[in-house]
């Protein structure tokens, strides 16, 4: 593959392209930039929602993000969703209601794209006070399609939690996870940062064998599945979790070390 060149890339966010101080180091934006400017689109796959993107569009602020794990996708420049696959109400009542019921201890927020609600049990780590967050009962989040359920518990260790939520959702839903914590993400059956990177590239005529996918935790595997079973790159940061390094075809720096410019400038 020595002289194998993407007509596409596609990085998630945290733990990969950002810096641990939420920032794009510049040497990371030139080398996006000297690939755009070449005609191959930069696209971000992430597990955040459209209003946490605000920051990153002072850095990077052309083309598309593929937000909620698949399930939005975002104009950076225009700031507008294009696309939602959203999580239906009949799903989310009974998965809350089953979730519950096996496990009593477990806390609901549901992402709705520019809006957030969560229980008023439910300890949201960031944007706390922000405009669009607010607080809810389970019967209210539940009522209207979401693009995001998130289902956390603060005593469980994280494996045993998600082992937990999988069973129970089972083929309902998508469930997959991006951080340290007990927190599953469920989706709509199907969505995942693979089916909206596969939108995105559809629309631009590129095949998967043509996309380098960049990531760190198990909720890009979906999406380095999908580029590495066409013959495409799934590069994984050196720190990424191990159920990620063993579907990844390269491995490259931390995300401190600029990896994701690292990999792009050896191409």
Known sequence: ???????????????????????????????????????????????????WMVRIREQLRHGVAVCCNGAVLLDLESFTVLDEDALGPDVLREVTAELRRVQPDTWFAVEYGLEFRHEPIYRPRWDVDAPGVAVATLDEMVAAPVAKLLARHEALPRD?????????????????????????????????????????????????????????????????????????????????HPDLLAVATDVTGTNEEDGVAAFLAAL
């Open 1 to 51: 593959m020595s002289d194998w060149r993407p007509r596409l890339i596609a990085s998630d966010m945290d733990g990969t392209l950002l810096r641990g101080n939420d920032t794009v180091s510049p040497e990371t934006v030139a080398e996006l930039e000297r690939w755009r400017a070449d005609g191959v689109p930069v696209v971000l796959a992430t597990g955040r929602p459209p209003r």
């Open 160 to 240: 045993e939690f998600m082992e937990l939520v999988e069973r129970v959702v089972g083929g309902r839903a998508t469930v997959t996870n991006s951080s340290a914590e007990a927190l599953a993400e469920i989706s709509a059956p199907g969505v995942t940062k693979a089916s909206g990177l596969a939108k995105v590239a559809a629309q631009r005529g590129v095949d998967a064998g043509d996309v380098v996918v960049f990531g760190d935790m198990p909720n890009d595997i979906a999406a380095f599945e999908w580029v590495g079973a066409a013959g495409g790159r799934a590069v994984a940061m050196a720190h990424a």
